[in-house]
């Protein structure tokens, strides 16, 4: 995430914060992971798998994440940099759940089935892929607009991983394979929560330096 366009550049306007066009993505990717977060835990539960179930948790995530970015669309920076230390910080315990489930299924010695896993892997991927492409255009914006970026490209990145899972899976029966993509997922939530956390405190001491400084009453 290091370079330019992750920590230095910003070509958002407050315009363009609150566009219509900003709005209608952020209700589209709301939808979808919506949708996707009932059909993925259903599957995940129903399959044993640990990285559905974590994928799921991702996409739970993601739809709290959309919502926060529609409410605070068009707000002071302010604001918006408190919602993405917010969505830092969800995202994280995010991760801490998803390692704690996949070390759950390892004591529990669950044979995940690869099929399901591969079925529902593929359309989670396509369905991010999408949602990814649509807000591709928001990458370089400050800390509230970029972290629904790292969210969705986690995301998709993710999906990519179930399906080696799933494959993995099949192919030796065992459920490592399946463990091992939910604590590589883990680690991704992690990652992406923690840099959204520095970027966002980034823009809060900014806020606060940029503020003026009343001047001292002087008596008469």
Not at 58 to 84: C, E, H, K, P, Q
Request: proline share 3%; net charge positive; hydrophobic share 55%.
């Amino acid at each position: 995430m290091a370079g330019c366009h992750d920590d230095c550049c910003s070509s958002s306007t407050p315009r363009e914060l609150d566009s219509p066009r900003w709005r209608r993505a952020l209700w589209i990717a709301l939808a979808i992971n919506g949708a996707m977060f009932l059909a993925e835990i259903a599957a995940g539960v129903a399959a044993g798998s640990a990285s559905l179930q974590a994928d799921a948790i991702d996409f739970l995530g993601d739809t709290a994440n959309y919502a926060i970015s529609l409410g605070v669309a068009g707000l002071a920076l302010t604001w918006r940099a408190r919602a993405a230390l917010l969505k830092g910080w969800s995202l994280v315990l995010l991760g801490v759940l998803v390692l704690a489930s996949a070390v759950w299924h390892a004591i529990a010695g669950t044979l995940p089935e690869a099929k399901t896993m591969g079925i529902v892997g593929m359309l989670a991927l396509v369905a991010n892929a999408g949602v990814a492409l649509m807000l591709y255009r928001f990458r370089v914006g400050e800390a509230n607009m970029r972290s629904v970026w790292i969210c969705s490209r986690n995301d998709a990145i993710g999906n990519l991983a179930v399906l080696a899972a799933a494959a993995g899976v099949f192919g030796t029966g065992t459920a490592w394979p399946d463990l091992i993509v939910a604590a590589i997922m883990a680690a991704l939530g992690l990652s992406g929560g923690w840099h959204i956390i520095q970027r966002a405190r980034m823009e809060l001491r900014g806020s606060s330096a940029s503020r003026p400084i009343a001047s001292p009453i002087r008596a008469n």
